[in-house]
């Protein structure tokens, strides 16, 4: 059994940073790839950042590019989103999710936490 867990998501001003953390406790072999996946209201679930289960692998979106970092540390199995520079879009409901191939489609990652929300004013 596969359990997911986010924190530290909060409120913050624009330009500031948050740092997520993402535990993925429990084993399955079709894990591949942790994700981060935010979703704003009235929006869909969109992929922000991947990383492999070894770490050696990552991916970003183009809007986040340059702002924010998804890193592994494998001694505790928790995904870290060092979040900086943010803007008032970025703001919304965070997911950590763990899925068997690299995608940015939903319907791939198996494990979902409940979020973490982020939130960004001016």
């Known amino acids: 059994q596969v359990h997911v867990t986010e924190s530290g998501g909060g409120s913050v001003q624009v330009g500031g940073s948050l740092r997520l953390a993402c535990v993925v406790s429990?084993?399955?072999?079709?894990?591949?790839?942790m994700g981060w996946f935010r979703q704003a209201p009235g929006k869909e679930r969109e992929g922000v950042a991947l990383?492999?289960?070894?770490?050696?692998?990552?991916w970003r979106a183009g809007s986040v590019e340059g702002r924010f970092t998804i890193s592994l540390d494998e001694s505790d199995d928790t995904v870290y989103l060092q979040m900086n520079s943010l803007k008032p879009e970025d703001g919304g409901m965070y997911y950590c999710?763990?899925?068997?191939?690299?995608?940015?489609?939903?319907?791939?990652?198996?494990?979902w936490g409940q979020g973490t929300q982020v939130i960004v004013s001016s």
């Open positions: 429990g084993y399955s072999p079709s894990i591949g790839y």
């Open positions: 990383i492999s289960s070894g770490g050696g692998h990552t």
């Open positions: 999710a763990a899925g068997r191939r690299f995608s940015v489609e939903v319907a791939d990652f198996d494990f």
